[in-house]
């Protein structure tokens, strides 16, 4: 075609230098990011004549790209660390992708503080101090681990501002829960010494943390104080009931190891990470990856296996050893740990399963990776079944893929806002997901905020620096007749009848018509020209779809709705402040993030802030300190 003929006479001018480039559709938007050695070499491989026998994902991102920029790096190292980051921030649609990326749980312990404390993280920042643990299976284990740490080591549970805001011992001090390091009731290295021993449970150094519990209980005991006793005891049988649930693979192994593993055919693959913390399965996780087939001749594993390697590590913690189910290369081995090396002061070493303990390892990892997969694809079905139900009913000329829901919020006509809610394939896709301030309309009229928001979202001409986003395959308004007449309405004057429109409402009565399957579901659906409702079967998999998606685009507005009220009556509060203008209000709000924060911070705290000074910040304290006692 001619615009891939324009496309070979741009990549003439690409230097033979290691660097990222980034390919364009017609819209502008990045859907692939790749990284390469030498980039004219790297992009000119997509337009030669092997081409035309590489995958089928990579034929299909040839045809939908239109322009192909690129970003000059120093080192292919330097590329390959640019590379995870632009995915992670543009989330092209033809790159391997790690859809939770943010959900790994994590127990940090601020070992740098004089009193250091246990809390809950889901991110792991690159050159902290901090101690991380995990990752977890789930936050559950992470918060009953901290808990447990807490009570078992009498390690403090406050933060920093309450720890420094307190004159004297909490309630957890009082029912023996901890040392009171807030007021200086225990030292900094006596205090040092229980959080060494939590630090020992947490690794799984299970034969220290017995012996100190038990020297500490069979102390007490002869002293004759048999409630701490009986405190150490009963830590002791719970640690033996935490240790006896957990999968020990090889009680002799003192390093940490990731192990991934997977499983899949022509629909994708799913990519299961075991994590073994000394000898001790922690917990996996799992990733599904649409495009990437296993048994696929023309795809390379040791492409995608590195890109996964490469944006997992980014923001994990990196084991000693990462176990992989195939060979990577000496090439990219030791790419790899310059890669670590550079972002993470660290290097794993790169193993394959040769001995047992790493066989037993590997096995359980790809049996998790089978079961998820198997999971993951009937789930899939399901959906599938249902937006073809969907399709079927609403006579849509195409599957619904993509849908998009609004809905209008507001209390008492005051704070109007909205919501636009995305569904892909029947889930939520939360990087669509928009919330809109109502400019045009005063008081309380939904059809006109209505109209405003799908005008806004749908109107291309007006001027606006974010990415366009695709139309949806259909578009459901949260409400009756009166809404999607205004839906119907936007959509024909900007010229875009082709996009389904559904209207969701609620029946007002059970009984409210004969229809059957009307008294088994309470949700109607309207349709365009169309004057009675539509309606689903109570427990159809559609139902469950189109539900969700309503239920989600209100709880999304509601959440909205009241942040915004929130910030009214902060506002409110910090207006009767003399000397405190919208700047330093905002200041205070984006710092403190509400008015119980800013009420526990000290004078300090406060005048260390740019524009701020002593006597204001104690003004501003005992304001808002009087307000709390009248």
């Known amino acids: 075609m001619k615009y891939k003929e324009e496309l070979k006479d741009l990549i003439k001018d690409f230097p033979k230098l290691p660097g990222v480039y980034l390919m364009k559709n017609k819209h502008g938007k990045i859907i692939y990011v790749g990284k390469a050695k030498a980039l004219r070499d790297r992009v000119r491989s997509y337009f030669n ?46 790159n391997i992708r790690l859809k939770d990326d943010k959900s790994y749980p994590y127990i ?45 080591f009498k390690i403090r549970d406050c933060t920093e ?18 040392t009171a390091p807030c007021v200086d ?76 593993a997977c499983f899949g055919d022509e629909s994708g693959t799913m990519v299961n990470s075991l994590h073994v913390r000394r000898g ?6 799992h990733q599904f990856l649409p495009g990437v087939v296993l048994d696929d001749e023309m795809e390379d594993p040791r492409e995608w296996l590195t890109s996964f390697i490469n ?49 037993q390892l590997m096995v359980l990892a790809k049996t998790n990776a089978e079961e998820h997969f198997k999971n993951y694809i009937s789930k899939r079905n399901r959906r599938l079944t249902g937006l073809e139900e969907i399709q079927s009913k609403l006579k849509l000329p195409n599957l619904p893929k993509r849908m998009e829901c609004y809905d209008i919020s507001h209390f008492q006509g005051k704070d109007t806002v909205a919501s636009q809610v995305v569904f892909e394939e029947g889930l939520p896709k939360g990087d669509d997901y928009r919330r809109y301030k109502i400019k045009t309309v005063d008081g309380n009229d939904d059809f006109a905020s209505m109209k405003e928001v799908l005008t806004r979202r749908f109107n291309t001409k007006r001027k606006s620096t974010a990415a366009p986003q695709e139309e949806p395959d259909l ?35 059970l009984g409210e018509f004969h229809d059957s399957e009307v008294k088994a579901s309470q949700e109607r659906f309207f349709l365009p020209g169309r004057q009675n409702p539509v309606t689903f079967r109570n427990s159809s998999e559609a139902l469950k779809i189109l539900v969700g998606l309503r239920d989600e685009a209100h709880r999304f507005a509601i959440t909205f709705h009241r942040k915004l009220r929130s910030q009214t009556s902060m506002h409110s509060q910090l207006d009767e402040i003399s000397g405190l203008g919208e700047r330093r209000k905002k200041a205070l709000l984006k710092k403190f993030k509400d008015i119980e924060s800013i009420k526990l911070a000290s004078a300090e705290d406060i005048e260390k802030m740019p524009t701020f000074h002593r006597v204001l910040a104690e003004r501003i304290l005992l304001h808002l300190n009087d307000d709390t006692e009248k």
């Open 49 to 94: 004549e092997s081409s035309l026998k590489a995958s089928t994902k990579t034929r299909h991102l040839v045809g939908h790209i239109d322009f192909i920029d690129y970003i000059l790096t120093k080192t292919e190292v330097e590329a390959f660390l640019l590379e995870a980051s632009l995915i992670k921030k543009h989330r092209p649609k033809y």
């Open 108 to 152: 940090s312990c601020n070992i740098s503080h004089d009193y250091p404390r246990f809390y809950f993280t889901r991110k792991v920042l690159p050159g902290s101090e901090d101690i991380y643990f995990g990752p977890y299976s789930n936050s559950y284990a992470v918060r009953s681990s901290i808990k447990f740490v807490n009570r078992t």
């Open 161 to 178: 501002k309450y720890m420094r805001s307190r004159k004297r011992p909490c309630m957890t001090f009082e029912i023996g829960r901890c």
């Open 185 to 260: 009731y225990v030292t900094p290295s006596e205090y040092g010494k229980d959080v060494d021993q939590a630090l020992e449970f947490l690794r799984g150094e299970d034969e220290k943390v017995k012996k100190h519990l038990s020297e500490k209980m069979y102390d007490a005991s002869q002293n004759e104080r048999y409630e701490a006793a009986g405190r150490y005891r009963d830590s002791l049988e719970a640690m033996k009931a935490i240790w006896q649930r957990q999968t020990v693979i090889d009680p002799k192994q003192i390093k940490d190891q990731d192990v991934i």
């Open 280 to 285: 001790r399965v922690i917990g996996n996780r």
């Open 311 to 359: 944006q997992y590590y980014a923001e994990n913690i990196v084991p000693d050893q990462i176990i992989i189910p195939f060979d990577l290369g000496a090439d990219i081995y030791k790419l790899l740990e310059h890669v670590f090396l550079e972002r993470n002061n660290k290097s794993p070493q790169f193993l394959h399963a040769h001995d047992k303990s790493m066989q």
């Open 475 to 509: 578009l459901v308004v949260d409400g009756g007749k009166g809404q999607l007449g205004v839906a119907f309405e936007v959509l024909k004057e900007l010229n875009l009848l082709h996009i389904p429109v559904v209207g969701m409402a609620k029946a007002r009565a």
